[in-house]
């Protein structure tokens, strides 16, 4: 799979490539959220936390861990990286479980 660039543009901006996430079992990790009495972070947090750690990775790690409270972590487990028609890496997580 191709790695990520840094390019200089013609006016002398340099534009670094990042990783396009994409989450294949989305609506499932957005129905695990039921228990509004805890304190939990919020699901599209837990998103932004997740591309945070992958966004300029060449090598994503093939499992990452996102906090969702103080005592527990979201497991995503890699599922692809791929190059789309336009050009973009993308890269596909598969939400696995929540750990305590």
């Known amino acids: 799979m191709d790695k990520l660039n ?3 543009r ?6 670094k490539e990042w990783n396009h996430l994409r989450i294949s079992n ?6 695990q959220y039921g228990n509004k009495s805890e304190p939990y972070t919020p699901p599209f947090e837990i998103l ?4 945070s750690q992958i966004k300029f ?3 994503p790690e093939e499992t990452v861990s996102v906090a969702y409270k103080d005592d527990g972590d979201c ?8 190059n789309d028609p336009q050009g ?5 997580y598969q939400f696995s ?3 305590s």
């Open 97 to 99: 479980t929540y750990i």
């Open 10 to 15: 013609p006016n002398g901006q340099i534009h």
């Open 26 to 31: 989305i609506e499932y990790f957005l129905d």
């Open 75 to 82: 497991l995503f487990d890699l599922v692809s990286i791929t």
């Open 88 to 92: 973009r890496r993308i890269v596909t």
């Open 6 to 8: 840094t390019i200089t």
């Open 48 to 51: 932004a936390d997740l591309e």
């Open 57 to 59: 990775e060449n090598e």
